[in-house]
């Protein structure tokens, strides 16, 4: 069981610079999550796949924004022109995509925006 | 939306005490979880639980959802339950994202 994996785990990067986060959902999950965490709260949902179709997308998720699924598989999530606003921790998870189902969470990946 | 409100925002225990954390939910829900999310930020999954107890070692979950609430109790806390304890659900007609409490901070004292 090698759990859902994220890379980097750390990312600094300058305002108006694009940068793209990866995720690796288990292997046999046909769902995969996209949320955001700031410090002191907890996640919010930006967007979620059902294999390779973007089924959601949060309001949060402004137009700079955009994830991908090519193949069902893993996912990116790109934030172009970033702001200081957007240092988060930036978190994946993934599920079998039943009825009713568990959520596994990656370790996340860590933006921040000078 | 549905809402979710966790108490209490903050707990101190000393090691050896028992502690329980409350979820209230404004909605039916399909799904419910209790999560910890450990010092690194890792969100650690506790239990899936929409209804019904569960048991797991020393932490157990009792969920009654005509009532909408969650209680997650932890008995014989240790240093390393320190972390914040978040519960989440979606609702019954929702896309199965999971809408997330501000989360309980446990701090355990040696």
């Known amino acids: 069981d090698t759990g859902v994996s994220q890379n980097p785990r750390h990312k600094i990067t300058k305002r108006g610079q694009n940068v793209t986060f990866r995720c690796d959902p288990i292997s046999e999950h046909n769902r995969l999550y996209w949320y955001r965490q700031t410090l002191g709260q907890g996640p919010e949902f930006l967007t979620y796949f059902q294999n390779e179709a973007q089924l959601e997308k949060s309001r949060l998720l402004s137009d700079r924004f955009s994830a991908e699924r090519p193949k069902g598989s893993f996912s990116t999530l790109e934030i172009q022109r970033t702001e200081q606003g957007d240092s988060a921790m930036y978190l994946c998870a993934s599920s079998y995509g039943q009825e009713t189902d568990t959520q596994y969470f990656g370790p996340g990946t860590r933006l921040t925006v000078l | 939306g549905i809402q979710v409100e966790q108490s209490p925002p903050d707990l101190i225990l000393q090691e050896g005490a028992n502690s329980t954390l409350r979820c209230n939910f404004s909605?039916?829900?399909?799904?419910l979880q209790w999560f910890h999310q450990n010092p690194w930020g890792q969100l650690i999954n506790l239990f899936y639980?929409?209804?019904g107890t569960k048991q797991n070692g020393r932490l157990s979950a009792t969920t009654v959802a005509t009532e909408r609430y969650s209680l997650l109790y932890i008995s014989s806390s240790q240093t390393t339950d320190s972390g914040v304890y978040f519960c989440?659900?979606?609702?019954?007609?929702?896309?199965?994202?999971?809408?997330f409490g501000s989360g309980t901070r446990l701090l355990v004292r040696p």
């Open positions: 909605d039916s829900v399909n799904n």
């Open positions: 639980i929409p209804s």
């Open positions: 989440a659900v979606d609702r019954m007609d929702s896309s199965y994202k999971l809408i």
